[in-house]
């Protein structure tokens, strides 16, 4: 009774998690971690300092984006995709086109271009880049001429009443008019203004010009992210795909031996305890076929927000889940790559050389500056009748008391470089570790497919001598259901190892900023 009982569904599923808990505890983890700081993106760039002088860019700079490679909704482990979505751009996107009855076959080159077009993450990193330098010019303006000019034509009456001219005109006969006019003049004139030198604007330029960069290598890093979030979605879909494939061939193999099980139950060679066993094993794997067939349709409706296919559109996966040892580069070599190729450390670095130049642009609004004005037109009181004119001026303005009004900003600059240098240096950890866990995970998940592949061979051997020795009526069922229960949790050991080692493959090909260009390289062992 013992072992009718521990050959039911219990004892499968809890095999399966046992099994699977170290494969899928890392994508749950990395969805935790990587949600939670996912809060600071998308921040446009912001000036390097306001027309009064302020400068608080440090604070609201370009960050660099952030995204999360835990599992979807599809593999019934993560956190569903649409609240991914909700807080990762990552894992949404722009649809493009419209949806055919053609179905599409999807290569994993085409996911990652598709992806590289139309990801939301990637749209927004965009137009982050185009408002930093749209605050670029507006910076630069300050330093540049300003010409405008107008054209004035004047006809008025004055009530000099108003203005208190009363009685009589200096006290003679005539009286003071209460009106003059109406009057008329016209004026035409060109203005130009410069500033010759103002050292707080010269730094909030270099700050704005940093930040333009920061944004620049932010929109790569985004590329970086958006290879990783589709390789991650295309590859859980041909695990999916594994699944149903290795299940619906479980369940063939179950409905063959229930058949066989009631034949010899009616033949009066098997007792009934058999049957009724051969049916929980195929009702067992009819319901885990129904799952993995939904949780694949869910698998592929994640790829395809990811990337942007038209609502609806049907797809199929023209790419196989390839499995190719990967030497990697040593430790300090791929650190080095790391710390000289990754966008967001580079975008962190031009991040902390615009907080520099902002706090240095708040310190010089105490330093004297010097502005040129000048005009030239023609007035007089028709265009017809004008006369020539122009002004020239220069004003030297001195700071002397501003109500401590930069001693306030230029702490709150102070505050923002040293927040951007600790982040500078914090990214630098986290690459580390980043780099070090990746060549951890890559050893260890091809370790995994080696001892998979084999406890597969050894699982098939063993069903097929436990379904002879019940052919021959050496022995029940029991053993052959107990085999295909082995033969299940080392197909999906297997499928779950091999996903994790094409993942491991992708992260490493991001820690050290190679993703876009490696990892189809990498995915084929190269």
Same mark, same amino acid.
């Given at each position: 009774m013992k072992a009718d009982a521990d050959s039911g569904v219990g004892r499968p599923f809890r095999t399966f998690i046992k099994d699977h808990f170290r494969v899928f505890s890392l994508p749950i983890l990395l969805t935790f971690v990587l949600l939670s700081q996912n809060?600071?993106?998308?921040?446009?760039?912001?000036?390097?300092?306001?027309?009064?002088?302020?400068?608080?860019?440090a604070s609201r700079s370009t960050s660099s984006p952030r995204y999360n490679p835990g599992s979807s909704s599809a593999d019934g482990f993560g956190i569903r995709a649409t609240t991914q979505s909700q807080q990762n751009p990552f894992f949404g996107s722009v649809p493009s086109g419209h949806a055919t009855s053609e179905v599409l076959a999807l290569t994993f080159a085409d996911a990652i271009n598709r992806g590289? $077009? &139309?990801?939301? =993450?990637?749209?927004?990193?965009? %137009?982050?880049?185009?408002?930093?330098?749209?605050?670029?010019?507006?910076?630069?303006?300050?330093?540049?001429?300003n010409l405008s000019g107008n054209v004035l034509e004047n006809v008025q009456e004055t009530s000099l009443a108003a203005l208190g001219f009363n009685g009589s005109l200096f006290g003679g006969g005539a009286n003071f008019p209460s009106v003059i006019g109406p009057f008329n003049y016209f004026d035409a004139r060109v203005y130009l203004t410069q500033s010759l030198f103002n050292f707080s604007y010269i730094e909030r330029n270099r700050a704005a010009s940093q930040n333009l960069k920061a944004a620049q290598y932010s929109y790569k890093d985004a590329r970086e992210l958006v290879v990783l979030a589709t390789g991650n979605a295309y590859l859980q879909?041909?695990?999916?795909?594994?699944?149903?494939?290795?299940?619906?061939?479980?369940?063939?193999?179950?409905?063959?031996?229930?058949?066989?099980?009631?034949? $010899? &139950?009616?033949? =009066?060679?098997?007792?009934?305890? %058999?049957?009724?066993?051969?049916?929980?094993?195929?009702?067992?794997?009819?319901?885990?076929?129904?799952?993995?067939?939904?949780?694949?349709?869910?698998?592929?409706?994640?790829?395809?927000r990811i990337i942007g296919l038209p609502p609806g559109q049907d797809f199929s996966l023209a790419d196989q889940a390839p499995y190719a040892p990967l030497t990697t580069l040593g430790l300090e070599q791929s650190l080095q790559r790391a710390y000289s190729s990754r966008a967001d450390y580079q975008a962190a670095a031009a991040q902390v050389k615009m907080a520099e130049f902002s706090h240095k642009a708040t310190v010089s609004q105490h330093l004297p500056s010097l502005d040129f004005s000048a005009d030239y037109g023609a007035i007089g009181i028709?265009?017809?009748?004008?006369?020539?004119?122009?002004?020239?001026?220069?004003?030297?303005?001195?700071?002397?008391?501003?109500g401590n009004r930069v001693h306030g900003e230029t702490l709150q600059a102070e505050a923002n470089l040293r927040q951007s240098r600790a982040q500078l240096e914090n990214l630098r950890g986290q690459i580390d570790y980043e780099v070090r866990t990746a060549i951890l995970d890559l050893n260890s998940a091809a370790d995994q497919v080696a001892v998979a592949r084999s406890s597969v061979d050894l699982a098939q051997q063993t069903l097929t001598q436990a379904q002879d020795r019940f052919t021959a009526g050496v022995t029940d069922n029991l053993e052959v259901v107990q085999a295909q229960e082995a033969l299940a949790n080392a197909?999906?050991?297997?499928?779950?190892?091999?996903?994790?080692?094409?993942?491991?493959?992708?992260?490493?090909?991001?820690?050290?900023?190679?993703?876009?260009?490696?990892?189809?390289?990498?995915?084929?062992?190269?």
């Open positions: 809060s600071g993106y998308g921040q446009t760039a912001a000036p390097a300092a306001d027309a009064s002088g302020s400068s608080d860019s590289l $077009q &139309q990801n939301l =993450g990637i749209l927004l990193s965009g %137009d982050n880049t185009l408002s930093a330098r749209g605050q670029k010019w507006k910076e630069l303006s300050n330093l540049l001429p879909a041909l695990s999916g795909a594994a699944r149903v494939e290795a299940t619906d061939a479980q369940t063939r193999t179950a409905q063959a031996l229930y058949n066989k099980a009631v034949d $010899q &139950q009616r033949a =009066g060679l098997s007792p009934n305890i %058999d049957s009724l066993r051969a049916q929980v094993e195929l009702q067992t794997r009819q319901q885990q076929l129904i799952v993995a067939r939904n949780d694949f349709a869910k698998q592929k409706l994640t790829l395809a028709s265009p017809r009748s004008t006369d020539t004119t122009y002004r020239l001026s220069g004003v030297l303005n001195i700071p002397i008391f501003q197909n999906d050991s297997y499928i779950a190892s091999l996903y994790a080692h094409n993942l491991a493959k992708v992260e490493f090909a991001k820690a050290i900023g190679f993703a876009e260009e490696g990892v189809k390289q990498y995915l084929k062992g190269k």
